[in-house]
């Protein structure tokens, strides 16, 4: 087990460290880390317990570690895989010094151009970092310079090629730090050479572990789980970290909770590891666990953005409108130029009905950023909420060309084309969304009733999929039923009764009633009445006779039938030969 | 939305534009003189202009030609002055120090051009006419530099030093004094790699130019423009085919890689819509005609739609090119893929031709398009059933949102479909569809559904004037009519009428309205104006007028017709109308195989391979040799034709299945069959009966090619034939076909029947000779001018038969004519192994020689004989040679 103090240490040195190579992301990451470790009661400032006393009580509610002082599994990490960080140079050079403000300031070509004759690592690497933001800078620009009339034209980093040669160059003299080899990883990555970026960024990790850009750049090249286990990382706890946002991106919710639970044993009061826990959580559809640990986190920490839209789609789901609109205009205050903010706009407008202006803010959001994924799906649902059919399955497929796993999108497709009539064309885009989700009930019930249309009608393909659906513990209860009609209507009544036994059951366990329950016990009480079981037919007879309605009725003469029948005219049915 | 295009007709000055408008300073200075300072002659200067008129033309051409190879181009334009011309370009492009240059030149520009209003223009005066060709050239080229913004100039201004730069290299060995200090410094800043690059394209412009440059010097037109004329086409193929050879030897993977980079590089000048619209066409085309040859590799193609792709992201035709591609490369999932991004993104309403842009569609989109697509994909791959039910959705979206275009396509579509599938069982897939078209039509036979689709998709065709579709549903009529003759209703039983509905001038009439096409496409309104072949081609016959009307072989082995090189420039016919026309000739020349004309069936297939054998599909272009590799079998003897085989063999992938292979098989049988090798015979049989899936009904037509031949080697086999039975008994037979073919207008199966009537008669005995050879003299017109080697042969051996029992004859007076005929037979027979005929033929030359005394060549025709005996007795021997 690692201990908390040394944890602390290598934090705090890292932190030094990084912000003066100007990895402002991986520093203010690393920071937050540092004070979601819990503190040492011994040396508590008042400021200190203050900020992290705030919230504790429904925290411990949902941590599963109730008693954090326990100790933990050890993992097996070696005390000597974790080095201190090496402390750099005591004195900075005056041009080192002049070139991080100049950076500070933005000012990227002119901070790498003071740098030109310096041979330190840290202000080479600074240079080439600097380099490497100013043409990112310069893309940027260009992107929309260029737009043409088919679009984002061709804009590229144009530094990448030089960035390339020198890094490689430095690589092959050894004489690159594991700075210089994340800068070389980003740069391999965004030239398209994926294998060579990844060993890169192994290295740059294994020889420092504390930059999370390196990690994330790493996780993002991940894209199956064949490639995470073929890596070669050292242990250290920050691949914990790692492994748990790459299990996430990889749809293995639970493997990733649990990487996080570890980690909680030391970063009790750690932001990240509860937004993360919670997103793990809203993809296991938890969602009203994951509506108090979202207010616990805005309660410590207001004016965060990120992973907010998150939430607001749990508030959007459980249709908790003022809670939205409180929460959009607070990010919308905090920072409305930040595509979560847009996004979270839009799902309120989306909530309240006014579609095309949840366009306008999810186009926004997109502007801010082309590869928003939950953004071009949500957008999506916008369209067709707006009946725009061809405009809906144009935000879907892009949202699938981003990630082409994101079922939600496929199912969207799916339902697009079924709404145009297509359904045997939409039918590949339910397969689609199955594959990547098979365990979820409603995908499956889709799909069903894709084969179920009057188009097709191709009851058995349906049936199979109510029956994959019930497996999967349809909770609104759609397959049972849907299945008890559909060999009704096939004549098979022993399955039929089955499934309206099977179907009843669950409604008695929830405690429903309703047409569906009537329609179950009416077939049931006529079909064990044919077969001559008199006792359970009257079972269910009696069961109707709680309800007023035109059932009621049928349960009454259903019975005397039943009486009828008992008492030695076994060949008369009242119900059919009335006299 | 954010999937549609915006469309523009965008005019982006680019410095190739730039160098065109320097060039037409020259042409026309403001100066007031009748012949501006560097020309020499009027003949000259009307050179330039036509040259200039090329280059504005092919302005809208994807490819832009680089600083380097408009050098080039100058230089053979240009004669004595080409340095001069030179020499001002680069010095004008180097004078552009700044942005501000560029107003400048520009301004400039405005002189050159006449004014508008005023009609008084002095005699002598060059002053460019604002409304002619090239002046409006350079009014959409200052318009076009005017509407750009501060960035635009500065991104024009840094491609042009991009584009001088690209051209210092090549142009340092002809222009040494270009090579000044800044280019040097621009050599230091370039990074290795790039110069590693340079380098190379040096190399290869130095080869080029060593080849280029000798008949140069010789200074007579006609071979200086064939080097051109060969130059410019290197240089354009290498560009168009882009990356096509990357495996290549490693000049040209580093001229390859050279060109990867133009491409990025060219990328910086935004091309029109319609320019990159027409190019994919282009692209499209190529990856239909090459198929799955294996000199075309798709992975090629596919990177470089990748890159495109990449370049261009909004551009969705890529993902519909992809797909293409994919589909010929038999990727099923790839191509699956493709094809629902594509119309994802589209809605099926970017770039497709077949749809007219009409109101109101863009609201729902054409998805309806995509059924259809899909279904003809799943068609390609094997999956009738699915992709049947796919077309019959395509039918009922269609029908809702009445679009009658993709209706009748999809009509069609389905008829096709149902008519290669056959027997198999689609009733319970057509029953459970309910749209009126195909549910009329569930309790009928599968021809009768084909033919009533046919017709309402030829219908609803012809009133949409879809000259296309209307030309191949033609076509698609005359292949049913062929396949499926049809009898008069109620007549049934020896008395009713022979006359049938289907007869031969229908079939004629069907192909000759599809071939109406090429006459009538061009009034056809397509939304595809611009084809990427078409602007492109203004440059390529540039050198046309000067240079020799003569065709030479080799010049012409792209297109290997005179009448395609004058379409080339004249109009350009499209390559799905070339393919159309194509395909009717093609089925002319089945047609006049069905009706037993082997002549002009060869003649109808040597028309389609010498005319559209480049421009159509390879599946075509494989059932053309495959036709002419099979009247070669028959009427040229085996050797010749497995020499034709093994050259089509190397032109076109044998993949399993491929119709080459099936070829092989049948000849292979034929063969054994002749040479009375029956176990060989048997083992193909089941080869080419293991080549049919196992799936009921597919392949049907195979299984029963598989089961006929295998039923005619049993029948060999037990020795089985009219001869051995009796002769009385075969009459009626004989007769009755004689009868059918005459109502089926078979002619040469009639031929032949008539030969077997002349061997019956025959049979009967010597006093029946003299008719048999009057039935025979009726037949022989059609046999020789039609027949294969084997039916002439045997009506030869027959006629000899006649003669030599018939009592009136006598061979001592006449031999020459019973001779003749042996003669002839024993030659061809040799041609086609064909063992037993021959030595049947041979034996009876003996006889006669023997008759006649001559003893020479009476044993010449008995070894003859034993020959033939010992290699029918002893089929392993030969079949040792086959293997």
């Given at each position: 087990?690692?201990?908390?103090?040394s944890?602390?240490?290598?934090?705090?040195?890292?932190?030094?460290?990084?912000?003066?190579?100007?990895?402002?992301?991986?520093?203010?990451?690393?920071?937050?880390?540092?004070?979601?470790?819990?503190?040492?009661?011994?040396?508590?400032?008042?400021?200190?317990t203050?900020?992290?006393?705030?919230?504790?009580?429904?925290?411990?509610?949902?941590?599963?570690?109730?008693?954090?002082?326990?100790?933990?599994?050890?993992?097996?990490?070696?005390?000597?895989?974790?080095?201190?960080?090496?402390e750099?140079?005591?004195?900075?050079?005056?041009?080192?010094?002049?070139a991080?403000?100049?950076?500070?300031?933005?000012?990227?070509?002119?901070?790498?151009?003071?740098?030109?004759?310096?041979?330190?690592?840290?202000?080479?690497?600074?240079?080439?970092?600097?380099?490497?933001?100013?043409?990112?800078?310069?893309?940027?620009?260009?992107?929309?310079?260029l737009?043409?009339?088919?679009?984002?034209?061709?804009?590229?980093?144009?530094?990448?090629?030089?960035?390339?040669?020198?890094?490689?160059?430095?690589?092959?003299?050894?004489?690159?730090?594991?700075?210089?080899?994340y800068?070389?990883g980003?740069?391999?990555k965004?030239?398209?050479?994926?294998?060579?970026?990844?060993?890169?960024?192994?290295?740059?990790v294994?020889?420092?572990?504390?930059?999370?850009?390196?990690?994330?750049?790493?996780?993002?090249?991940?894209?199956?789980?064949?490639?995470?286990?073929?890596?070669?990382?050292?242990?250290?706890?920050?691949?914990?970290?790692?492994?748990?946002?790459?299990y996430?991106?990889?749809?293995?919710?639970?493997?990733?909770?649990?990487?996080?639970?570890?980690?909680?044993?030391?970063?009790?009061?750690?932001?990240?590891?509860?937004?993360?826990?919670?997103?793990?959580?809203?993809?296991?559809?938890?969602?009203?666990?994951?509506?108090?640990?979202?207010?616990?986190?805005?309660?410590?920490?207001?004016?965060?953005?990120?992973d907010?839209?998150?939430?607001?789609?749990?508030?959007?789901?459980?249709?908790a409108?003022?809670?939205?609109?409180?929460?959009?205009?607070?990010?919308?205050?905090?920072?409305?130029?930040?595509?979560?903010?847009?996004?979270?706009?839009?799902?309120?407008?989306?909530?309240?009905?006014?579609?095309?202006?949840?366009?306008?803010?999810?186009?926004?959001?997109?502007?801010?950023?082309?590869?928003?994924?939950?953004?071009?799906?949500?957008?999506?649902?916008?369209?067709?909420?707006?009946?725009?059919?061809?405009?809906?399955?144009?935000?879907?497929?892009?949202?699938?060309?981003?990630?082409?796993?994101?079922?939600?999108?496929w199912y969207?497709?799916?339902?697009?084309?079924?709404?145009?009539?297509?359904?045997?064309?939409?039918?590949?885009?339910?397969?689609?969304?199955?594959?990547?989700?098979?365990?979820?009930?409603r995908?499956?019930?889709?799909?069903?009733?894709?084969?179920?249309?009057?188009?097709?009608?191709?009851?058995?393909?349906?049936?199979?999929?109510?029956k994959?659906?019930?497996?999967?513990t349809?909770?609104?209860?759609?397959?049972?039923?849907q299945?008890?009609?559909?060999?009704?209507?096939?004549?098979?009544?022993?399955?039929?009764?089955?499934?309206?036994?099977?179907?009843?059951?669950?409604?008695?366990?929830?405690?429903l009633?309703?047409?569906?329950?009537?329609?179950?016990?009416?077939?049931?009480?006529?079909?064990?009445?044919?077969?001559?079981?008199?006792?359970?037919?009257?079972?269910?007879?009696?069961?109707?006779?709680?309800?007023?309605?035109?059932?009621?009725?049928?349960?009454?003469?259903?019975?005397?039938?039943?009486?009828?029948?008992?008492?030695?005219?076994?060949?008369?049915?009242?119900?059919?030969?009335?006299? | 939305?954010?999937?549609?295009?915006?469309?523009?007709?965008?005019?982006?000055?680019?410095?190739?534009?730039?160098?065109?408008?320097?060039l037409?300073?020259?042409?026309?200075?403001?100066?007031?003189?009748?012949?501006p300072?560097?020309?020499?002659?009027?003949?000259?200067?009307?050179?330039?202009?036509?040259?200039?008129?090329?280059?504005?033309?092919?302005?809208?051409?994807?490819?832009?030609?680089?600083?380097?190879?408009?050098i080039?181009?100058?230089?053979?334009?240009?004669?004595?002055?080409?340095a001069?011309?030179t020499?001002?370009?680069?010095?004008?492009?180097?004078?552009?120090?700044?942005?501000?240059?560029?107003?400048?030149?520009?301004?400039?520009?405005?002189?050159?051009?006449?004014s508008?209003?005023?009609?008084?223009?002095?005699?002598?005066?060059?002053?460019?006419?604002?409304?002619?060709?090239?002046?409006?050239?350079?009014?959409?080229?200052?318009?076009?530099?005017?509407?750009?913004s501060?960035?635009?100039?500065?991104?024009?201004?840094?491609?042009?030093?991009?584009?001088?730069?690209?051209?210092?290299?090549?142009?340092?060995?002809?222009?040494?004094?270009?090579?000044?200090?800044?280019?040097?410094?621009?050599?230091?800043?370039m990074?290795?790699?790039?110069?590693?690059?340079?380098?190379?394209?040096?190399?290869?412009?130095?080869?080029?130019?060593?080849?280029?440059?000798?008949?140069?010097?010789?200074h007579?037109?006609?071979?200086?423009?064939?080097?051109?004329?060969?130059?410019?086409?290197?240089?354009?193929?290498?560009?168009?085919?882009?990356?096509?050879?990357?495996?290549?030897?490693?000049?040209?993977?580093?001229?390859?890689?050279?060109l990867?980079?133009?491409?990025?590089?060219?990328s910086?000048?935004?091309?029109t819509?319609?320019?990159?619209?027409?190019?994919?066409?282009?692209?499209?085309?190529?990856?239909?005609?090459?198929g799955?040859?294996?000199s075309?590799?798709?992975?090629?193609?596919?990177?470089?739609?990748?890159?495109?792709?990449?370049?261009?992201?909004?551009?969705?035709?890529?993902?519909f090119?992809?797909?293409?591609?994919?589909?010929?490369?038999?990727?099923?999932?790839?191509?699956?893929?493709?094809?629902?991004?594509?119309?994802?993104?589209?809605?099926?309403?970017?770039?497709?031709?077949?749809?007219?842009?009409?109101?109101?569609c863009?609201?729902?989109?054409?998805?309806?398009?995509?059924?259809?697509?899909?279904?003809m994909?799943?068609?390609?791959?094997?999956?009738?059933?699915?992709?049947?039910e796919?077309?019959?959705?395509?039918?009922?979206?269609?029908?809702q949102?009445s679009?009658?275009?993709?209706?009748?396509?999809?009509?069609?579509?389905?008829?096709?479909?149902?008519?290669e599938?056959?027997?198999?069982?689609?009733?319970?897939?057509?029953?459970?569809?309910?749209?009126?078209?195909?549910?009329?039509?569930?309790?009928?036979?599968?021809?009768?559904?084909?033919?009533?689709?046919?017709?309402?998709?030829?219908?609803?065709?012809d009133?949409?004037?879809?000259?296309?579709?209307?030309?191949?549903?033609?076509?698609?009529?005359?292949?049913?009519e062929l396949?499926?003759?049809?009898?008069?209703?109620?007549?049934?039983?020896?008395?009713?009428?022979?006359?049938?509905?289907t007869?031969?001038?229908?079939?004629?009439?069907?192909?000759?309205?599809?071939?109406?096409l090429?006459s009538?496409f061009?009034?056809?309104?397509?939304?595809?104006?611009?084809?990427?072949?078409?602007?492109?081609?203004?440059?390529?016959?540039?050198?046309?007028?000067?240079?020799?009307?003569?065709?030479?072989?080799?010049?012409?082995?792209?297109?290997?017709?005179?009448?395609?090189?004058f379409?080339?420039?004249?109009v350009?016919?499209?390559?799905?109308?070339?393919?159309?026309?194509?395909?009717?000739y093609?089925?002319?020349?089945?047609?006049?195989?069905?009706?037993?004309?082997?002549?002009?069936?060869?003649?109808?297939?040597?028309?389609?391979?010498?005319?559209?054998?480049?421009?159509?599909?390879?599946?075509?272009?494989e059932?053309?040799?495959?036709?002419?590799?099979?009247?070669?079998?028959?009427?040229?003897?085996?050797?010749?034709?497995?020499?034709?085989?093994?050259?089509?063999?190397?032109?076109?992938?044998?993949?399993?299945?491929s119709?080459?292979?099936?070829?092989?098989?049948?000849?292979?049988h034929?063969?054994?069959?002749?040479?009375?090798?029956?176990?060989?015979?048997?083992?193909?049989?089941?080869?080419?009966?293991?080549?049919?899936?196992?799936?009921?009904?597919?392949?049907?037509?195979?299984?029963?090619?598989?089961?006929?031949?295998?039923?005619?080697?049993?029948?060999?086999?037990?020795?089985?034939?009219?001869?051995?039975?009796?002769?009385?008994?075969?009459?009626?037979?004989?007769?009755?076909?004689?009868?059918?073919?005459?109502?089926?207008?078979?002619?040469?199966?009639?031929?032949?029947?008539?030969l077997?009537?002349?061997?019956?008669?025959?049979?009967?005995?010597?006093?029946?000779?003299?008719?048999?050879?009057d039935?025979?003299?009726?037949?022989?017109?059609?046999?020789?001018?039609?027949?294969?080697?084997?039916?002439?042969?045997?009506?030869?051996?027959?006629?000899?038969?006649?003669?030599?029992?018939?009592?009136?004859?006598?061979?001592?007076?006449?031999?020459?004519?019973?001779?003749?005929?042996?003669?002839?037979?024993?030659?061809e027979?040799?041609?086609?192994?064909?063992?037993?005929?021959?030595?049947?033929?041979?034996?009876?030359?003996?006889?006669?020689?023997?008759?006649?005394?001559?003893?020479?060549?009476?044993?010449?025709?008995?070894?003859?004989?034993?020959?033939?005996?010992?290699?029918?007795?002893?089929?392993?021997?030969?079949?040792?040679?086959?293997a």
């Amino acid at each position: 087990m690692v201990s908390k103090d040394s944890c602390r240490n290598e934090i705090r040195a890292a932190i030094r460290q990084l912000s003066d190579r100007c990895l402002y992301s991986a520093a203010k990451w690393a920071g937050e880390q540092l004070v979601g470790i819990e503190q040492d009661p011994s040396n508590f400032t008042p400021a200190n317990t203050r900020f992290q006393r705030g919230s504790s009580s429904i925290r411990r509610r949902f941590s599963t570690n109730e008693s954090i002082s326990t100790p933990l599994p050890s993992v097996g990490f070696s005390q000597a895989a974790t080095p201190l960080p090496e402390e750099d140079e005591a004195i900075d050079g005056d041009f080192y010094l002049l070139a991080k403000s100049y950076f500070d300031c933005r000012e990227y070509r002119r901070a790498s151009h003071v740098l030109r004759d310096q041979v330190s690592k840290k202000s080479v690497f600074l240079r080439y970092y600097a380099l490497y933001l100013a043409g990112e800078k310069r893309k940027e620009e260009e992107m929309i310079e260029l737009e043409g009339p088919l679009g984002k034209s061709d804009a590229i980093n144009r530094e990448l090629v030089s960035l390339e040669r020198d890094l490689s160059a430095l690589r092959r003299t050894g004489a690159i730090d594991s700075f210089g080899l994340y800068l070389y990883g980003v740069v391999l990555k965004e030239k398209g050479n994926e294998s060579l970026a990844r060993a890169s960024l192994v290295e740059s990790v294994n020889s420092y572990p504390w930059n999370w850009s390196a990690w994330s750049e790493l996780q993002s090249l991940c894209t199956s789980i064949e490639v995470l286990n073929s890596l070669n990382l050292s242990n250290h706890w920050m691949k914990e970290f790692f492994l748990g946002n790459a299990y996430q991106e990889l749809r293995m919710h639970t493997e990733s909770l649990a990487k996080y639970e570890y980690l909680q044993g030391i970063f009790s009061f750690s932001n990240y590891i509860q937004a993360q826990t919670a997103k793990a959580q809203y993809s296991l559809r938890e969602f009203d666990q994951v509506e108090i640990m979202f207010e616990e986190l805005l309660r410590n920490d207001p004016y965060r953005v990120e992973d907010m839209d998150l939430y607001s789609n749990v508030l959007y789901a459980k249709e908790a409108c003022a809670a939205l609109s409180y929460l959009a205009h607070k990010v919308f205050l905090t920072d409305k130029y930040r595509p979560e903010s847009c996004c979270i706009i839009g799902n309120y407008y989306s909530l309240k009905g006014q579609h095309e202006k949840a366009v306008m803010y999810f186009r926004r959001a997109l502007k801010l950023n082309k590869k928003y994924l939950s953004a071009w799906t949500l957008m999506g649902h916008e369209y067709v909420e707006m009946k725009n059919t061809p405009a809906a399955i144009d935000a879907y497929r892009r949202a699938v060309d981003i990630n082409p796993c994101d079922y939600r999108a496929w199912y969207g497709l799916g339902q697009a084309y079924e709404m145009m009539g297509m359904p045997f064309y939409a039918l590949h885009y339910f397969r689609k969304s199955i594959f990547f989700l098979p365990n979820d009930s409603r995908l499956w019930i889709a799909m069903a009733k894709c084969y179920q249309t009057e188009q097709l009608y191709m009851l058995e393909e349906a049936i199979k999929c109510y029956k994959r659906a019930v497996n999967c513990t349809d909770t609104e209860g759609i397959a049972l039923n849907q299945l008890a009609k559909l060999h009704q209507k096939l004549g098979r009544n022993e399955e039929a009764a089955f499934y309206f036994e099977k179907d009843l059951e669950r409604m008695d366990a929830e405690g429903l009633e309703g047409p569906n329950m009537f329609e179950a016990l009416v077939f049931l009480a006529t079909h064990f009445k044919t077969h001559k079981k008199f006792e359970e037919a009257e079972v269910y007879c009696t069961r109707l006779l709680d309800y007023s309605g035109p059932e009621k009725e049928k349960a009454k003469s259903l019975l005397r039938g039943i009486r009828m029948a008992q008492t030695g005219f076994p060949s008369m049915d009242l119900e059919h030969f009335p006299i | 939305m954010a999937g549609l295009t915006r469309t523009a007709g965008a005019f982006a000055v680019t410095p190739h534009k730039i160098s065109v408008c320097i060039l037409l300073q020259i042409y026309a200075p403001s100066a007031q003189m009748s012949l501006p300072f560097p020309f020499s002659s009027v003949a000259q200067h009307n050179r330039l202009g036509l040259y200039l008129l090329s280059l504005t033309k092919s302005c809208d051409d994807i490819f832009e030609p680089k600083l380097e190879e408009l050098i080039n181009q100058l230089r053979e334009v240009g004669e004595e002055m080409d340095a001069w011309l030179t020499d001002h370009l680069t010095n004008r492009f180097s004078a552009l120090a700044s942005p501000d240059d560029l107003l400048n030149f520009f301004n400039d520009m405005r002189g050159i051009l006449g004014s508008l209003d005023s009609g008084v223009v002095q005699d002598d005066q060059i002053i460019l006419d604002p409304n002619s060709n090239l002046g409006m050239f350079v009014r959409r080229c200052i318009l076009a530099f005017n509407l750009l913004s501060f960035e635009g100039v500065c991104h024009l201004f840094s491609s042009i030093e991009d584009y001088c730069k690209e051209a210092h290299s090549s142009s340092a060995q002809f222009d040494a004094s270009n090579n000044n200090l800044e280019s040097l410094t621009q050599y230091d800043q370039m990074d290795m790699e790039n110069y590693a690059m340079d380098k190379a394209t040096e190399e290869i412009e130095f080869q080029k130019s060593a080849s280029g440059i000798v008949p140069f010097h010789l200074h007579t037109p006609e071979s200086l423009f064939k080097a051109t004329e060969g130059l410019l086409h290197t240089r354009k193929e290498t560009l168009r085919t882009s990356k096509k050879d990357t495996e290549a030897t490693p000049v040209a993977c580093a001229s390859s890689s050279t060109l990867e980079d133009t491409l990025v590089d060219e990328s910086l000048f935004l091309r029109t819509n319609l320019q990159i619209q027409g190019f994919l066409m282009e692209q499209a085309d190529a990856i239909e005609t090459h198929g799955s040859s294996s000199s075309f590799s798709s992975s090629s193609i596919e990177s470089f739609l990748e890159q495109l792709q990449n370049l261009a992201p909004e551009l969705h035709r890529v993902h519909f090119l992809r797909y293409l591609n994919k589909l010929h490369s038999d990727d099923y999932f790839a191509a699956l893929d493709n094809l629902l991004r594509y119309f994802d993104y589209s809605a099926g309403t970017e770039g497709f031709d077949l749809v007219p842009p009409s109101t109101g569609c863009s609201m729902y989109g054409r998805y309806e398009i995509a059924l259809l697509c899909l279904g003809m994909m799943h068609f390609r791959f094997g999956h009738p059933n699915l992709a049947l039910e796919v077309l019959t959705e395509a039918v009922r979206v269609s029908q809702q949102l009445s679009n009658d275009t993709c209706l009748a396509y999809t009509l069609a579509a389905m008829s096709n479909l149902l008519s290669e599938m056959g027997i198999a069982s689609t009733t319970c897939v057509l029953g459970s569809s309910y749209s009126p078209v195909t549910s009329t039509a569930s309790s009928l036979s599968v021809q009768q559904r084909v033919y009533i689709l046919l017709k309402e998709s030829l219908r609803r065709a012809d009133s949409l004037k879809l000259r296309r579709l209307v030309a191949s549903n033609h076509l698609a009529m005359a292949k049913f009519e062929l396949m499926h003759v049809q009898r008069p209703l109620l007549s049934f039983g020896p008395k009713a009428s022979t006359h049938h509905k289907t007869c031969p001038v229908s079939v004629c009439k069907e192909i000759r309205l599809g071939a109406h096409l090429i006459s009538d496409f061009s009034s056809e309104s397509s939304t595809m104006t611009i084809d990427g072949s078409l602007s492109s081609a203004w440059l390529k016959d540039l050198q046309k007028p000067w240079g020799p009307p003569v065709i030479s072989q080799d010049s012409g082995s792209r297109k290997s017709s005179t009448f395609f090189q004058f379409c080339d420039h004249l109009v350009s016919i499209p390559g799905s109308v070339a393919h159309l026309i194509g395909a009717s000739y093609l089925l002319r020349a089945t047609s006049w195989e069905l009706f037993g004309s082997a002549p002009m069936a060869r003649m109808n297939t040597l028309v389609y391979a010498t005319l559209f054998g480049d421009s159509s599909s390879s599946s075509d272009a494989e059932l053309a040799y495959l036709k002419l590799i099979q009247h070669l079998a028959l009427y040229k003897g085996y050797k010749d034709a497995f020499a034709a085989l093994k050259i089509a063999e190397e032109k076109f992938l044998t993949v399993s299945k491929s119709k080459i292979l099936l070829l092989k098989l049948q000849l292979l049988h034929e063969r054994a069959l002749h040479c009375g090798n029956l176990q060989l015979a048997q083992r193909i049989c089941n080869e080419l009966g293991g080549l049919a899936s196992t799936a009921m009904g597919v392949d049907m037509e195979l299984k029963v090619e598989a089961s006929l031949r295998e039923a005619r080697t049993l029948l060999a086999a037990k020795q089985y034939s009219q001869k051995s039975g009796n002769a009385v008994l075969g009459l009626p037979y004989a007769l009755a076909s004689i009868s059918f073919c005459q109502s089926f207008n078979l002619d040469l199966l009639k031929a032949s029947a008539t030969l077997t009537l002349a061997e019956l008669w025959l049979g009967l005995g010597s006093d029946h000779a003299k008719r048999a050879l009057d039935l025979l003299h009726g037949a022989f017109p059609m046999i020789l001018g039609h027949g294969g080697l084997e039916l002439r042969a045997r009506a030869y051996i027959s006629e000899a038969n006649c003669y030599l029992s018939d009592p009136s004859f006598s061979v001592s007076t006449d031999s020459d004519t019973v001779l003749d005929s042996l003669r002839q037979a024993s030659d061809e027979l040799q041609a086609l192994e064909y063992h037993e005929l021959a030595a049947e033929a041979s034996y009876l030359m003996a006889m006669v020689y023997d008759k006649l005394g001559q003893l020479d060549e009476r044993e010449e025709a008995a070894s003859l004989f034993k020959m033939h005996i010992i290699a029918l007795e002893n089929p392993q021997d030969v079949e040792q040679n086959m293997a």
